[in-house]
C-alpha cells in the first residue's frame, strides 16, 4: 500500500491519509495495523483528561512544546466521544498552535469515530498505534468530557493525566465517572485560583481514602498552563511514572489485563464485521421487518433465528479441516 | 421460574427480583425475555431527558401522579448511563416519592448498568418489557446526562420529552450530543425564570431549522414542575404524539429500524456470550497474554487466530444437519 509506504517514511499528508483510513474502518484497516504492529511499542502514550474549562488544550499545547524542545517527535490525537460531529473547531484550534511548531516534529489530529465497530476506545488504540509506527515517540492523548467513555480511552495510555481546576468541573462529576481511580498523576491547572490550596487538600484527602492498596501513589502537580509554571515538573513526573510502571509487577499485570480487552475487542469487532457481512449478502432483516407475521415473533425469537442461519453460513464459508 | 409467575401475578418484591436477574444478564435471562414478549406491547413508554438541574426528576413525579390520579399504572425507571456506581442515592429519592403512593399501581427502579453485553439502552429496553408484562401501562425512562448514551437511551420510548430551562445546560450542548434531533416533545420547565420566553424563542428558532423534513412538529411546553403547572397539558401532548405515531407512515418506518438495531444488538450480544463461555472452557487468553513469545505477536494477529479456532469450536458444537 502506497499510503502506508510513504506514512511510514515521513510524509504528513500520507500519514493523515492512513489515519483517516484506519479511523473510518476501511475494508483491510486490520491488516495494516497487523503489518505495522511490528513497528510499535517504542512511544510513550499520555493520556491528558479532565472537565471542560480546566485548560486541557493549553496544557496539551505546552508539554508538546517540552517534548519537542527535547527532541522528541509529538503526535496528538484530541478524542471527543460525545460529539456526533467531527471536530472541526477543534482541530483548527490544534492546527494554528501546530503552527508554532513548523516542524514534521509534531503531528495533530482530531477522532470523533463514534459507531466504529469495535469502539472508541479501540480506535484511538488504533490510531495512536499508527503514530507509533511512523515514529513519533510522543504520543499525547487528549480527551474532551468525563464521562465512561473517556475513562476507557484514557486507559490506552501510558500515564493518565487527570486535570482538574478550582472551582470548575465539580470533583464528585469525577469521582463518579471514575476519573479519580484512573489517575496516575493529578494536575491541578490555574493554580493562580484563590481556591487552589483547599482545592489540592481535598484531592489528597480522597486519595488518602482510595489509593492505600495502589503501589503508585498519584502526585498532584500545580500548573498555570498559560504561563507554563509548573509544566517541567508534570514532564518530570509523566517520566517518573513511565519508568516505574516498566519495572512495577503489579502494573505490568494491568497492562497485561489491558491486552486481554484489547484482543476481546479485536474479536468482537471482527465477528461483528461478518455479521454484517452476512446482513448484507445472505440474510434480509428487512424483509423480515416488514413481515407482520415475522416480526410478531419479537426480537428475542427473531435474534435466536439470525443466529442459527448466521452459524450454518459461516460453516458453509469456513469449512473444518480435518 | 418462580419468581417471574409471582412477578406477573403482581409481587413486587419479585418483580424486583425478577429485574435485577435481567439487569445483571444472568444466564437463562434472554430465554425469560423470550417468553415474556407476547404479554409485552401494551404500555405506553415515555422517556425523559435534559441537562442536570433543569428538574426531570420533579417533572418525573408530577406525572406520575397525573397517570396514577386516571388510574394508570407507572413504573420509573431512572438510568444513569455515566455512573459507574449503582443508582443508590437516586434510588433513594425515588423510593421517597413513590410512598406518596403507596400502592402496587406505582414500582420504581434505578439502573446503571453499564458494562452489560447489550449495551445500556438494551438493558433498559429489557427491563421496560418485564415492566410492560408485569402490567405497568406507563413506563418512563429518566435518564440522567446529556451524551450519546442517553440519546440511545432514549430511543427506547415512544415519545421522548426533552426537558430544558432557562439558563441551565446550554442548548448548544443539547443540540451536539442530538438531544435536539430526538425530541418529540419539549418542556421548559422552571418557566417562572424570567427569560423563559427568550428560551422558547431560541428553541423555536432552532426547529424551524432543523425539523422541516418532519411529519412531527414538536410542541414546547412550558412547565413549572415544583407547582404542577403546565404538566396536565405535557401528559396531553405526550398523548396526541403516542395517537399521532400509530397512524404516521414514515414513524412506523422509523420504528422497525429500531426494531432492526434491536435485533442486531440482541445478536451481537449472543455471540459475545459464546465467546465468553468459549475462553472460560476452551481457548485460555491468559496463558496467551503471559508467553513473551505468544504475546509479542500483538493483538492483531493473536485476535485472528482467537477466531479461527472460535469458529473451530463452534463448529464442533454445532454440527451443520444435512
Redesign the interface.
Known sequence: MKILEEALKGSIRSLGKLISFIENESPGF?DI??SI??L?GKAKIIGITGPPGVGKSTLVSRLAKIYLEKNDTVGILAVD?????SGGSLLGDRIRMSHLFPSSNIFVRSLSS?GTLGGISQATMNVARVLDAAGYNIIIIETV?V???EVEIIHVADTAVVVLAAGFGDEIQAL???LMEVADIFVVNKADLPDTSKYVNTIEKILLKSSSKKSWTPPIVKTIALTGQGCDELVKKIDEHYEFCKENESLINEK?KR??R???R???Q???EE?EVF?EREYS??EI??NDQQ?NK???????E??NA???S???S?P?KS
Do not use: C, D, H, M
Request: aromatic share 10%; net charge positive.
Open positions: 486490520l495495523l497487523k504492529y511490528p510499535t466521544p460525545s460529539s456526533p460531529i463514534r468530557g464521562g465512561q467513555a463518579k465517572a471514575g497485561r491486552q486481554l484489547e484482543i476481546k479485536l474479536v468482537e471482527k465477528i461483528k455479521i446482513f432483516l428487512e421487518i416488514n416480526r419479537g426480537p428475542y425469537v427473531i435474534a435466536e439470525v443466529l448466521f452459524w450454518k459461516q460453516q458453509r469456513k473444518l
